[in-house]
């Protein structure tokens, strides 16, 4: 007899992520490149295998081939198991039809016959689009010892930001009175984290029903967790004290970048306790010039740095020349930065080269604003991108022939 798994953990990995643009052109949003050595989906899979959890099922959609091959056998998490393990889950054709997953709620109903081969106790529902460290096994037990159908993960959020996340109004027991989905006036700042536990049996009866409503938008924010509170059902907020950033726009994505950096970092992914794993290229060791310089930065293994490098995250396998300079930036893997040229306050994507003498962006202390440029782009020698550009390939040929040379 194979024995049941307590909790089976579902990753929401599908995620367009529009609003970081470039970056997302050819990427789910979960494979996007993070801290110079990491993809955002190995925050959720390592909390994972961390906290005690070794089944996780991965529910992709938007552009899945490069996420399917990151992840591939689930090897660097320790999820190549024989009986659970990891497992990629896409939309597939049922006996009656085949269907895109049409919400969060949709995309786990579609895959309930995955959970039910393990017959878990817990269900553990996951976003794949956040940065944190946390340690599920702890909420898992909170949820057993309340007795709850349902407990929510939550955050505190500054007052001025709570309108953008679902809001939970609470007892002094933690359980959960009112719930609202990104409210013009939130009547708290106790955010939800998108990170749910539920009971399996009470999960899939309120799955299949939200399935059968045909005015509902199948998704556990807007639909199944209002219609839990809506019967009385057990609602428990978890509070989760530590460091989380959702990385959904590239100034998030920036920030959460910068937080590695300093002696204290708001995020310590140098800590052993609590290892976040990844599948990283082998890179030979960085090597570092006698004209270089370097302040306050994180460089991967595999970079040649000749310049200057200040306050910046820069990724394997990046060259940055002599008297190239690059401050405030995050580079990911495999761009060249030629002599002279200078990047500030920018995100660049893998496989760009910037020309000799070539300006990307401007100083953050001159009122510079983001810059993104996207993959596999070659910016001519001497060229200026400006500021708060989305830097694609038409762009900066346009720049080239309107002879938009840097002063």
């Known amino acids: 007899m194979i024995k049941k798994k307590e909790c089976v953990a579902m990753l929401l990995a599908g995620g367009q992520g529009s609003r970081l643009h470039l970056l997302t052109e050819r990427l789910a949003k979960p494979a996007v490149p993070f801290g110079g050595k990491y993809r955002i989906i190995d925050f959720p899979i390592s909390n994972c ?20 091959e990151y992840i591939g056998n689930g090897q660097p998490w320790d999820l190549d198991r024989a009986y659970g393990g990891v497992m990629m889950l896409p939309p597939y054709q049922a006996q009656k039809r085949a269907d895109w997953y049409k919400g969060t709620a949709n995309a786990i109903y579609q895959n309930m016959m995955f959970i039910e081969k393990y017959d878990p106790e817990f269900v553990l529902v996951l976003s794949g689009d956040h940065i944190y460290k946390m340690d599920y096994s702890k909420m898992i037990e909170a949820h057993r010892r309340t007795g709850a159908d349902c407990t929510i993960a939550v955050i505190d959020v500054p007052e001025s930001e709570a309108s953008r996340f679902g809001i939970m109004s609470t007892r002094d027991d933690m359980s959960i009175y009112d719930f609202e989905e990104k409210p013009a006036h939130p009547k708290s700042t106790m955010a939800s984290m998108g990170v749910y536990v539920f009971g399996k049996e009470k999960l899939f009866r309120y799955l299949e029903a939200d399935e059968k409503d045909e005015k509902s938008h199948k998704d556990f924010g807007k639909n199944v967790i209002p219609a839990m509170l809506a019967a009385g059902e057990r609602m ?3 509070r989760f004290d530590g460091y989380w950033k959702d990385v959904g726009t590239v100034s998030s994505l920036w920030e959460a970048n910068m937080d590695l950096l300093g002696e204290r970092p708001k995020l310590d992914l140098r800590d052993s306790r609590w290892r976040i794993y990844s599948r990283s290229n082998a890179y030979p060791p960085h090597y570092v010039g006698n004209s270089a310089v370097i302040c306050n930065s994180q460089i991967t293994e595999g970079c040649e740095i000749y310049g200057t490098v200040i306050n910046s995250v820069i990724s394997g396998g990046v060259t940055v020349a002599r008297d190239a300079v690059v401050r405030d930036s995050v580079i990911f893997d495999g761009v060249d930065i030629c002599a002279g040229a200078t990047v500030d306050y920018s995100i660049i994507d893998s496989g760009t080269s910037v020309g000799a003498g070539a ?26 991108v400006p500021d708060g550009a989305l830097a694609s390939a038409d762009f900066v040929r346009s720049l080239n022939s309107e002879g938009g040379r840097a002063r």
């Open 49 to 68: 295998i961390n906290s005690g959890i070794d089944t996780v099922g991965v529910l992709t959609q938007y552009q899945p081939l490069a996420l399917n």
């Open 359 to 384: 300006v990307v962006g401007r100083r953050m202390d001159e009122g510079g604003r983001l810059t993104l440029v996207g993959s596999g782009i070659d910016i001519p020698a001497g060229i200026r």
């Open 236 to 238: 428990f907020a978890y």
